[in-house]
């Protein structure tokens, strides 16, 4: 039952009547072979509760919003943003356009990801899971929808309980419907990432949209609807792997959600203006047990269902005030600060550990290695391939010929000019199918946004007594901007 | 772990036991279940759209008309229809030489020609047109029947020594064995043409070959043995030898003569076709202008 507003702010104490709630998951309580019991979270006011609500609103409006910012590239390329083109392969991410040959940015940026989520973990936990797992913040905000339609706690159960009527089937069709329509509207910003939004939002309404965009739209709904709205709780328990990773990245050190049994026990129900000496401070009201979404009981320690979301921190939080307890008997602390409070010693914080230290070290060096890689990046890429099939050629006046393919990709929108030249020990001429060559030297335009592959051939004149393979580079300039790019391959003479 | 009876607190089994091993009744997890009865409603649902039962005379159509064996046909049409375009480009060029000096067309053309060299000129000429003994290297820039395009075309179109009307006949007679020299004769010769191409030789056989050489060879491959291309006379001053240049691989062409077959491709490839193949070994490195 809800718990009666104190008689007066000012009080230093008053009494609480406990939750009539169970921890439905808590390991005691669950069996192997039962249907899921329904959770029913009780709001709570607090700090803790208040940042949830803004990370929601920051993440999910960079969701929504996203594809909708505009970033104008010029003619004929798209201004969005972040735009994932498939049809035109490319990745266009504000003034980054990465190439399907750049791949290897965005595994930068996953490793980017990876590292620092096991960086926050070591240090505070599971805060991906408590604050900013997409499967967090939709079924927060599903909830949050669910309660706004039938009321908090008490009244949803009530409902829940009710036989069958108007108010019952209208209340549970405009959730539904609620729910449905959020679960849509996140299919549907999902496919504005690419393609181009403006284009394909009315196109989806008109029937006209491409068959991917139906699909995934349709995948998107439903799996948003099906997780967030009635699977809840259970896809972090069974479906999330990520549980059983994090307990390897925490240690005693890991800030977690943590209740300090220390000051807590013996727990027991307390009336108001009985004394606090020899008894815990918690009063067994229950109410971390209400808040919590994963219907657990944090008093029972650190458990694989805690998904470290901190609303059991303001529900007691609340409770202590009422009582006129200091805050804090649910918080964020490490285990070998509970060991510490045991033997009466100072609490403090080891932020700097090996663990941590290795973590934001390599986190350091690979975002420095992507900022080197996408500030040194040049508008232009060169491959030169050597001929296998023969190696060599000889000709009729004994001159060795190797034959080289160069692909030139120009990652620029206007044509440009480039010139191939080649480096080496050896003096070598020169030529290009289809293209007129001054014997040293060819220069070809290549069109914006394109690739041109050019046949190139390299030969050796026969009074060059040059045996083996012969290192060598080719050398390709932009004409306009003086950039050059070296490749290094090899001159086979055919002689030992 | 199977649940116990509600009632009389017992393991539920299914009544079965064999040598006092009990099948206990446990249930299948629920999402194991919900997904089984989706496939068979799936499979029920595809009965109706697809192709599924097999009948005597035929089999179920199912509601989408579905065909793969169609879809493989309108995916081939339209790999024709795109090949088209490129097709009609190819023949509307004023010259083979347009074709290489339009980067696009020239793409096109060595695209489709490896493709068509691997599967008609591979077997011979070598992946890479690298060739064999008695199999021209088409990479290097030696040709005994010449390396323009439009040569290269001809050849391609009419064969040498092949059973198109136009095709060339001219070939190397076998001096020694059909007699037409004396086993002498055809050694000291060795040594001429080893000279031409300033290999070592016999200097004293290479002067009495000179009058041989004279009367034999010079309407074909030259007073100064640099051959003709009219005849498909080899150069024999260079480097570059079709059956070896060795004196025994010299040797043995006197004696048993050759006369190496390429086959003619005019109705085997379309003209379009033989364009690109003709631009595509143009470009393999030893294309002539």
């Not at chain 1, 990245?249 to 013996?266: A, I, S």
């Not at chain 2, 070939?171 to 002498?184: F, H, I, N, R, V």
Request: proline share 5%; hydrophobic share 40%.
């Amino acid at each position: 039952m809800d718990v009666p507003s104190p008689t007066s702010q000012a009080s230093t104490s008053a009494s609480v009547a406990a939750y009539d709630v169970e921890a439905v998951n808590s390991a005691s309580h669950r069996d192997l072979y039962q249907k899921r019991e329904p959770i029913y979270p009780k709001l709570v006011h607090g700090r803790f509760r208040l940042l949830k609500w803004s990370v929601l609103v920051v993440t999910l409006g960079i969701y929504y919003l996203l594809p909708w910012v505009r970033w104008p590239r010029g003619a004929g390329e798209p201004d969005q943003a972040v735009l994932v083109d498939f049809s035109g392969s490319r990745f266009y991410f504000f003034f980054i356009e990465i190439w399907p040959s750049e791949l290897y940015y965005v595994t930068g940026l996953l490793i980017l990801a990876a590292l620092g989520l096991f960086l926050a973990t070591a240090l505070f936990g599971r805060v991906w899971c408590g604050y900013t797992c997409p499967q967090t913040v939709w079924t927060d905000l599903f909830i949050a929808v669910e309660r706004l339609i039938e009321g908090d706690r008490n009244k949803r159960i009530k409902l829940a309980n009710s036989p069958w009527s108007r108010e019952k089937i209208l209340k549970k069709a405009a959730k539904h419907g609620l729910w449905l329509l959020i679960a849509a509207a996140t299919g549907g910003a999902w496919i504005f990432y690419f393609h181009d939004a403006p284009t394909v939002f009315p196109q989806v309404f008109q029937g006209t949209a491409p068959v991917s965009a139906y699909i995934f739209l349709g995948v998107l709904t439903f799996t948003t609807y099906s997780l967030a709205g009635t699977m809840r709780e259970q896809v972090c328990t069974y479906m999330c792997p990520w549980p059983r990773i994090q307990a390897a990245l925490t240690d005693d050190e890991t800030l977690q959600v943590t209740y300090r049994h220390v000051r807590g026990e013996p727990r027991g129900a307390h009336k108001k203006g009985e004394s606090w000496e020899g008894r815990g401070d918690c009063v067994d009201c229950r109410a971390c047990i209400a808040a919590c979404p994963m219907g657990i009981d944090i008093r029972d320690g650190a458990q694989l269902e805690c998904i470290n979301c901190a609303l059991c921190i303001d529900a007691c939080d609340d409770i202590m005030r009422k009582v006129g307890r200091p805050t804090g008997l649910i918080a964020y602390d490490t285990d070998n600060n509970l060991m510490r409070a045991k033997r009466g010693e100072k609490r403090r914080l080891n932020i700097f550990r090996p663990r941590t230290a290795l973590y934001a070290f390599v986190l350091a060096f690979v975002a420095a290695l992507m900022v080197f890689g996408l500030s040194s990046r040049s508008t232009f890429e060169v491959n030169v391939l050597r001929d296998r099939t023969p190696p060599f050629v000889l000709l009729s006046d004994g001159s060795v010929r190797n034959r080289y393919t160069v692909k030139i990709v120009n990652k620029d929108n206007a044509v440009r000019n480039f010139t191939v030249a080649v480096r080496g020990e050896m003096d070598l001429e020169l030529s290009a199918v289809g293209v007129p060559s001054n014997g040293r030297s060819v220069t070809v335009p290549v069109n914006g946004d394109a690739i041109r592959s050019l046949r190139v051939f390299l030969t050796k004149s026969p009074n060059q007594s040059v045996a083996g393979k012969v290192p060598l580079v080719v050398h390709v300039t932009d004409q306009e901007t003086g950039v050059t790019s070296d490749n290094e391959t090899v001159f086979l003479t055919g002689a030992r | 772990m199977a649940a116990p009876n509600n009632e009389t607190g017992e393991e539920e089994t299914t009544g079965h036991e064999w040598d006092g091993i009990r099948e206990l009744n446990n249930p299948l997890p629920r999402w194991w279940l919900i997904i089984f009865y989706a496939t068979i409603v799936w499979a029920v649902v595809y009965w109706i759209f697809m192709p599924a039962w097999p009948g005597i005379t035929g089999y179920t159509k199912g509601l989408r008309n579905h065909s793969e064996r169609e879809n493989v046909a309108v995916a081939l049409q339209q790999l024709e229809s795109s090949r088209v375009e490129f097709a009609q480009r190819l023949l509307a060029a004023p010259s083979l030489r347009a074709i290489e000096s339009d980067p696009d067309l020239l793409q096109y053309a060595r695209a489709a020609g490896e493709s068509l060299f691997g599967d008609n000129c591979a077997t011979c000429h070598g992946v890479g047109g690298q060739g064999f003994v008695g199999y021209p290297n088409l990479v290097d820039d030696e040709w005994i029947w010449g390396g323009t395009l439009d040569d290269i075309q001809t050849t391609l179109r009419v064969g040498r020594r092949s059973d198109h009307p136009e095709t060339t006949y001219t070939e190397m007679l076998a001096y020694g064995q059909d007699g037409l020299l004396t086993p002498a004769e055809v050694n000291d010769l060795t040594d001429y043409v080893l000279s031409l191409s300033g290999q070592l030789h016999d200097p004293e056989a290479r002067a009495r070959a000179e009058e041989v050489y004279q009367t034999q060879c010079v309407s074909c491959h030259g007073v100064d043995g640099t051959g003709d291309r009219e005849q498909g006379a080899p150069n024999l001053t260079d480097a570059i030898w079709l059956y070896g240049g060795e004196r025994s691989a010299i040797w043995e062409t006197l004696w048993y003569g050759r006369a190496g077959v390429m086959p003619s491709f005019e109705g085997r490839l379309s003209e379009d076709q033989i364009a690109a193949l003709a631009v595509y070994v143009h470009t393999l490195g030893g294309g002539e202008d």
